[in-house]
């Protein structure tokens, strides 16, 4: 399995890979939270399989996007 990140040099693909995580209603996500070292941390993932038709890329199956917050708590 092969991995890549879609970066903001890579403009076109960046907003179509945006606007089907806006867009989709069918997410599958996970969440966890953290707390440790006086921060509270929260982590999201959102994984979608829309894209499989729709990208030029051969063999692409989900796409994910990663999504952490960090409170302080003092």
Do not use: W
């Amino acid at each position: 399995m092969t991995t890549f990140t879609v970066n903001a040099n890579q403009k076109y693909l960046l907003e179509v890979t945006a606007c089907f995580f806006i867009r989709c209603a069918n997410l599958h996500n996970s969440i966890t939270t953290d707390g440790a070292h006086g921060r509270l941390e929260t982590r999201k993932i959102f994984i979608i399989t829309e894209l499989n038709g729709f990208l030029k890329f051969p063999h692409v199956r989900k796409a994910f996007m990663a999504e952490r917050s960090t409170y302080r708590r003092k």
